[in-house]
T-cell receptor, first 112, second 115 residues
Framework: KNQVEQSPQSLIILEGKNCTLQCNYTVSPFSNLRWYKQDTGRGPVSLTIMTFSENTKSNGRYTATLDADTKQSSLHITASQLSDSASYICVVSADSSYKLIFGSGTRLLVRP | NAGVMQNPRHLVRRRGQEARLRCSPMKGHSHVYWYRQLPEEGLKFMVYLQKENIIDESGMPKERFSAEFPKEGPSILRIQQVVRGDSAAYFC?????????????FGQGTRLTVV
């Protein structure tokens, strides 16, 4: 069964600190992996998208890594800001890429 | 170029009524996807449409739910005879192409509450 598991479920950090969110997936055949940010009451916004051959991709203070062998990904947030408070969702695409498989997300709260 | 527009943002329906959710894709996008997010859960694929065609509706319940994307106008997700379990956030996404690595852009969602 295609699944995407994320950890931790929730995380609280102080402003300015770094954090790393984890994603494990059992999706086959693998097409690509995406990280989305979802603010409360809003739709998901894409942060990064990585294919099988890519093992790291950055978007500003966000850096995603992918290990296709172990089927793990991480999202590292550097120098967190209050506006980073949101849910971060790991999404994996199987062979037909429109059928995105969503994790339940990690809820990040950045405190001043 | 406006993003994906969904309306209404919030919809309250009594049990047994019909709910109609609208999605206008980004300009130039001919592929529309609907997802449902139950409380505390991840988004789940429901249906994929191109103009005037349903490509894949495998994630949509067989009864009471239907979707369309006419040649003109927005995509519509229709839920007939709503029940409390239909309460969820419904997200629409659009893309210019379908296939490998296609980026999909999401709307703000419609939050349906069935009372």
């Amino acid at each position: 069964k295609n699944q995407v598991e994320q950890s931790p479920q929730s995380l609280i950090i102080l402003e300015g600190k770094n954090c790393t969110l984890q994603c494990n997936y059992t999706v086959s055949p693998f097409s690509n992996l995406r990280w989305y940010k979802q603010d409360t009451g809003r739709g998901p916004v894409s942060l990064t998208i990585m294919t099988f051959s890519e093992n790291t991709k950055s978007n500003g203070r966000y850096t995603a890594t992918l290990d296709a062998d172990t089927k793990q990904s991480s999202l590292h947030i550097t120098a967190s800001q209050l506006s980073d408070s949101a849910s971060y969702i790991c999404v994996v695409s199987a062979d037909s890429s429109y059928k995105l498989i969503f994790g339940s997300g990690t809820r990040l709260l950045v405190r001043p | 170029n406006a993003g994906v527009m969904q309306n209404p943002r919030h919809l309250v329906r009594r049990r047994g009524q019909e709910a109609r959710l609208r999605c206008s894709p980004m300009k130039g996008h001919s592929h529309v996807y609907w997802y449902r997010q139950l409380p505390e859960e991840g988004l789940k694929f429901m249906v994929y449409l191109q103009k005037e065609n349903i490509i894949d509706e495998s994630g949509m319940p067989k009864e009471r739910f239907s979707a369309e994307f006419p040649k003109e106008g927005p995509s519509i997700l229709r839920i007939q005879q709503v029940v409390r379990g239909d309460s969820a956030a419904y997200f629409c996404a659009s893309s210019p192409l379908s296939g490998f690595n296609t980026e999909a852009f999401f709307g703000q969602g419609t939050r349906l509450t069935v009372v």
